[in-house]
Nanobody, 120 residues
Framework: VQLQASGGGLVQAGGSLRLSCAAS????????MGWYRQAPGKQRELVAT???????NYADSVKGRFTISRDNAKNTVYLQMNSLKPEDTAVYYC???????????????WGQGTQVTVSS
């Protein structure tokens, strides 16, 4: 199983970016999917999660600015980031709580990370 993230880059404050993360490989089902981020010198923190049914959860720092969505048919999760701030600068990681077979327990998989840099 692989999670491939894309869409990071350099943007000015107030700008927008859209991250994508596609899961591929031996996938039976996917439960929660989400995005986390890690800034230099800081611990990895939750940004947003979405259940298979579409229920969303956001960190307070991104509420009203970021929107998480998913396409279950494509095993893909998205993060639309608007009104970006310099403090949003971090490496963003996607995550999937995923089942590889009917008999297998769920397991957390992580993408490779994509850099988001917001200049002031």
């Amino acid at each position: 199983v692989q999670l491939q993230a894309s869409g990071g880059g350099l943007v000015q404050a107030g700008g927008s970016l859209r991250l994508s993360c596609a899961a591929s490989g031996s996938i039976f089902s996917i439960n929660d999917m989400g995005w986390y981020r890690q800034a230099p010198g800081k611990q990895r923190e939750l940004v947003a999660t979405i259940t298979s049914g579409g229920s969303r959860n956001y960190a307070d720092s991104v509420k009203g600015r970021f929107t998480i969505s998913r396409d279950n048919a494509k095993n893909t999760v998205y993060l639309q980031m608007n009104s970006l701030k310099p403090e949003d600068t971090a490496v963003y990681y996607c995550n999937a709580d995923l089942v590889t077979a009917s008999w297998a327990p769920p397991y957390d998989y992580w993408g490779q990370g994509t850099q988001v840099t917001v200049s002031s």
